[in-house]
């Protein structure tokens, strides 16, 4: 049987309903399906968009053989086991969220997904958290390593401060 080449996948997770077990509970999902998952320090933020109770977030990174539609479409899976309600607010209180923000260097709208995902350069936390994983890895269109591209993000816009977070609980 060939192998399959695996392709590195940085995620972002996030909540802020029942947060730490949804997030608990989507890592141990990802750890079944991928086995080893690499973390970030997982952080508190305000809702951005909306009035909502705060959010914790992280970023995950997966080795995968899926293609990447395939791996979004086992992500919403996760999601919807997990009490995900797709509806039609962008900015909304979610049990679990799960976005692929890197599939290796592909770039461009990809089976359904858009590459890189766009919050990189938009959301400290998404931005920190990946920062913190994956410093010298490279924005697959800019170029710049994530932790260049952090230290001109305006921070004071936006409140995003580490919590302790255990996983294995």
Aim: hydrophobic content about 45%; cysteine-free.
């Amino acid at each position: 049987m060939a192998s399959q080449a695996m392709t590195r996948v940085y995620l972002s997770l996030g909540s802020n309903i029942d947060r730490e077990h949804n997030i608990r509970a989507g890592l141990d999902a990802l750890a079944a399906q991928f086995g080893e998952v690499h973390l970030s320090p997982v952080y508190e933020s305000e809702a951005v968009g909306f009035d909502g109770a705060p959010f914790l977030n992280l970023v995950a990174r997966i080795d995968t053989g899926l293609p990447l539609g395939e791996l979004a479409g086992l992500l919403r899976d996760i999601e919807a086991d997990h009490g995900r309600v797709r509806g039609d607010k962008k900015f909304a209180s979610r049990t679990l969220d799960i976005d692929v923000l890197t599939y290796g260097d592909l770039t461009g709208l990809v089976d359904g997904v858009e590459l890189p995902r766009d919050e990189i350069l938009k959301h400290a936390f998404v931005l920190r958290p990946l920062a913190d994983l994956a410093p010298q890895a490279r924005h697959p269109v800019l170029g710049e390593t994530y932790a260049a591209l952090l230290a001109r993000l305006d921070m004071s816009a936006q409140k995003l401060w580490q919590v302790p977070f255990r996983w294995p609980a």
